[in-house]
């Protein structure tokens, strides 16, 4: 079963930064799973879960409208762990964070990261 770990989610202040990390491990049914694609999603409370961005083995990178200009999302293979920066936090950023591995066969999701942004 693939796994992943989120962290770096916690309080900040409007117009402050964070930055989450998603942590990969882990096969599935003794099959390597390919991992195409690893994206960050978000839920607000009451609220559906929302793509925010995503990058692919490529390196091929997409972002919602909504965080465009303001958040990056990158890799680092060597420790199997995608990041998103996320710098003039808003209010509305407010979410549980989660992290998403598109495989060939399966998708995972990580547990989620709490961000909060004050006013």
């Known amino acids: 079963q693939v796994q992943l770990v989120e962290s770096g989610g916690g309080q900040v202040q409007a117009g402050g930064s964070l930055r989450l990390s998603c942590a990969t491990s882990?096969?599935?049914?003794?099959?390597?799973?390919?991992?195409?694609?690893i994206g960050w999603y978000r839920q607000a409370p009451g609220k559906q879960r929302d793509f925010v961005a995503t990058i692919t083995r490529g390196d091929t990178t997409n972002y919602a409208d909504s965080v465009k200009g303001r958040f990056t999302i990158s890799r680092d293979n060597a420790k199997n762990t995608v990041y998103l920066q996320m710098n003039s936090l808003k209010p509305e950023d407010t979410a549980l964070y989660y992290c998403?591995?598109?495989?060939?066969?399966?998708?995972?999701w990580g547990q989620g990261t709490q961000v909060t942004v004050s006013s």
């Open positions: 998403k591995a598109q495989g060939t066969f399966l998708a995972y």
């Open positions: 882990g096969i599935t049914s003794g099959i390597t799973d390919t991992i195409n694609a």
